[in-house]
């Protein structure tokens, strides 16, 4: 029966396919002055392979969060600097880069145990 539903939960585009935009602010300075950019980003998590046995001919397939995105500019009254920021318009998961982000397996981390 837990499988039934986890099938049907992934044929319904949801599971580990959770890569959404997210609004966030981001305080910045300029001029002397604080101000908040109200921007989007791309979040989430996408479905990825870790298989139990480790192939050195064929790496797992990884999969990142990623979108489409636009730069704007903000001017601040007073200020003759103004703020470029990136803005995500679109999200979506696809095949992770490793020319811009790290793509491998984080080290395990052996810790021993002691019983006393």
């Known amino acids: 029966m837990q499988l039934v539903v986890f099938?049907?939960?992934?044929?319904?585009?949801?599971?580990?396919?959770?890569c959404n935009l997210k609004n966030v602010s981001i305080p910045m300075v300029r001029c002397d002055e604080k101000v908040w950019i109200n921007t989007t980003i791309c979040e989430g998590l996408c479905c990825s392979q870790d298989p139990v046995?480790?192939?050195?001919?064929?790496?797992?397939?990884?999969?990142?969060?990623?979108?489409d995105w636009s730069y704007k500019v903000k001017h601040i009254k007073g200020c003759p600097e103004s703020i470029t920021?990136?803005?995500?318009?679109?999200?979506?998961?696809?095949?992770?880069?490793?020319?811009?982000?790290?793509?491998?397996?984080?080290?395990?981390?052996?810790?021993r145990l002691s019983f006393s």
């Open 7 to 18: 099938v049907v939960v992934l044929a319904l585009g949801k599971g580990c396919f959770s």
């Open 53 to 67: 046995y480790r192939s050195h001919l064929q790496a797992p397939v990884q999969m990142t969060c990623n979108g």
């Open 85 to 111: 920021y990136p803005v995500a318009t679109n999200c979506y998961c696809t095949t992770c880069n490793p020319e811009d982000t790290y793509c491998g397996r984080f080290p395990e981390q052996h810790s």
